[in-house]
């Protein structure tokens, strides 16, 4: 099979779907891999190790959309994108498309096949395509929301872990799985008092056994409203596989809090989970709504290329492998992970939102 591996096209977005390596594996299986040039240099991959390989160049988007069957590549495609796509493409990225129906409609009249790393799942409920993103955006949402926090930021000018002689700061995070875990665990390790809401009782005893400075809840509406009233910052991570996220902080909520807080929302590929949450770019990643600065930027494993091109390489080439078989549909994840085909939407959470 032909694989093409185009360029990341959204803004400041530095990732390549495959690394060198993984590209290694597909050549020595007997496949054409082709990339476009200087797709892997903000990931720290340099042409020059993509040809030793066997990768094949092409010069520009063109020419790569032209060769290829089976085009990956990290994010969803925006407009340009959109140009070279074709009917016979089968397309394998995060799309999101519960939040962008005119990215819906557009795919749906190129009449391809997508398959979304987001909607791959496992029998046992695991999302492994979306899992390694997640770790790293947890952690992102963090370390954003901690510089965020510093008064020449705009933020109350709080240090997060305090000292003797100060209170520490309170991180409340909405969801305790890949993201939301690793944001708690973060925010713990870093001196926080962390509260983390969740309604699965297994990760809510997880997230307790992070520490004294851990306390798991329900998130109750009225639980919730207080405990973000007094928080420093606060970090969405609220997923419903391949459909639109909650609102789960309303604008009451926000305005509630203290001027110079933070809200962090990693939910915004899915729409995001704060009512008003509205879509940023590392270009311009942050607003201000009833003085609490936001921070909703839709590829935040993107600031950090070289382990994001690592660790999605790892988690996507097995299935990148299955699906250049003739039999791939016969394999229930990847088959679970298309959202569109031949112009309509399969994927059932998807329908819902139509």
Not at 28 to 39: I, M, T
Not at 58 to 71: F, H, K, T
Not at 312 to 330: G, K
Request: neutral net charge; contains cysteine.
């Amino acid at each position: 099979m032909r694989i093409g591996i185009p360029s990341e096209t959204k803004t400041l977005e530095g990732r390549v779907a495959l690394v060198p390596a993984a590209c290694a594996d597909l050549v020595r299986r007997g496949h054409e891999v082709y990339l476009q040039s200087g797709a892997g240099i903000k990931s720290s991959f340099a042409d020059a190790e993509y040809e030793r390989v066997g990768v094949k160049l092409v010069p520009d988007a063109a020419a790569l959309y032209e060769v290829g069957e089976l085009i990956v590549k990290v994010k969803e495609p925006i407009e340009g994108d959109l140009k070279l796509l074709r009917k016979h493409h089968l397309l394998f990225c995060y799309l999101h498309l519960a939040a962008e129906p005119h990215l819906t409609k557009s795919l749906l009249d190129i009449g391809l096949t997508g398959i979304a790393f987001e909607s791959v799942e496992e029998a046992d409920g695991s999302l492994p395509l979306l899992a390694p993103m997640s770790i790293i955006a947890g952690r992102i949402a963090v370390q954003i929301g901690t510089h965020l926090l510093h008064q020449p930021m705009g933020g109350k000018g709080k240090l997060l872990g305090g000292l003797p002689s100060t209170e520490r700061g309170k991180v409340v995070v909405l969801g305790a799985g890949a993201a939301g875990g690793n944001s708690a665990a973060l925010a713990a390790a870093g001196g926080a008092n962390v509260v983390v809401f969740d309604k699965r009782p297994d990760r809510l005893a997880q997230m307790m056994a992070l520490g004294t400075n851990v306390t798991a809840l329900y998130p109750y509406e009225e639980y919730v409203a207080r405990e973000v009233r007094d928080a420093d910052l606060v970090i969405g991570a609220v997923l419903i596989p391949s459909a639109k996220a909650p609102h789960v902080v309303t604008a009451a909520m926000v305005k509630s809090m203290e001027a110079g807080s933070v809200l962090a929302d990693i939910s915004i590929d899915q729409g995001g989970c704060f009512e008003t949450s509205k879509p940023t770019t590392w270009k311009d990643p942050t607003y201000v709504v009833d003085g609490v600065t936001h921070f909703a930027v839709t590829n935040m494993p993107g600031a950090v290329p070289q382990t994001s091109s690592q660790a999605i390489s790892a988690a996507i080439l097995p299935y990148v492998q299955r699906l250049t078989r003739d039999n791939w549909r016969q394999y229930a994840p990847l088959q679970g992970g298309v959202n569109i085909a031949a112009g309509e939407i399969v994927h059932p959470a998807l329908k819902a939102n139509v």
